[in-house]
């Protein structure tokens, strides 16, 4: 497969350091820390309310920390959406879908070219999807012509098609029934132009085995 639109090459890692977090007087997390390197797959894993979503929100920089600092290529990007977000792209559990065709919903109104737009299709496995349906398709209101697994494609495309070295996954797969999910991280993990970091309270064995790196964050 052809290197794709992914520019990734100058990103060399994230690191978080020392990270803590409190919202009122209960602390989430304290002295957090993780690195990732280029390309890798790490899964986070905590209950159900522990911080997951918390903490994705401050690599993003939408939020800002109590304490510790989060860098990227050796830069300190703590608390600053403006220079973290274009490192990041974020796929979320429940995707937005507007009533218009594929193209659009993957694209979002950005412009790629066919080829790009092919690849990045063909990297997040809606390839047969086009084949059949078109790009033109149109997907309904709130997608009620795709599946489950088919949205999720289309949010990974999305996510794809930014051009950033790093995905966020907000327990991206748990809507989806056992088989699609295992079908959608084996294209989310077996993309080598990413490093991934994937929050989630629960996922199977098999699945787990995809990652590079697991990490049980309340213990
Ligand atoms: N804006 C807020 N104001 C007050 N409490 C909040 C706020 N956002 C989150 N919380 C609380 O912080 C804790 C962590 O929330 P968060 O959504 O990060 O957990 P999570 O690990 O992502 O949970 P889940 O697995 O259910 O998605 C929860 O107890 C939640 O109620
Ligand atoms: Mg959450």
């Known amino acids: 497969m052809q290197p794709t639109v992914t520019n990734n090459t100058n990103f060399t890692g994230l690191d978080v350091d020392n990270l803590s977090y409190k919202i009122k007087d209960k602390t989430l ?3 957090l820390e993780l690195s990732v390197k280029p390309n890798e797959k790490v899964l986070l894993m905590a209950p159900s309310g522990w911080g997951k979503t918390t903490l994705l929100k401050l690599l993003l920089g939408k939020l800002r920390p109590d304490d510790g600092k989060i860098y990227i290529d050796q830069n300190n990007v703590t608390g600053d959406w ?7 792209s974020y796929v979320n559990q429940k995707p937005f879908i507007f009533d218009d065709t594929l193209k659009f919903n993957i694209t979002l109104g950005r412009k790629a070219t066919d080829s790009v737009l092919e ?8 390839t047969n999807l086009i084949q059949e349906k078109g790009l033109n398709y149109q997907v309904g209101e709130n997608g009620s012509n795709l599946s489950g697994g088919q949205i999720q494609r289309i ?4 996510a794809l098609l930014s051009n950033r070295p790093i995905l966020l996954a907000d327990e991206a797969t748990s809507a989806l029934d056992p088989t699609l999910s295992l079908e959608v991280h084996n294209t ?5 132009q990413i490093a991934v970091i994937e929050v989630a309270h629960k996922i199977s064995e098999q699945e787990k085995s995809m990652f590079d790196r697991i990490i049980q964050l309340d213990k």
């Open 82 to 88: 403006q220079k973290a977000h274009d490192s990041f």
């Open 119 to 126: 690849q990045v299709a063909g990297e997040a496995g809606l």
């Open 188 to 192: 989310l993990l077996r993309n080598p």
């Open 29 to 31: 997390f304290s002295n």
């Open 155 to 158: 949010e990974i495309a999305r």
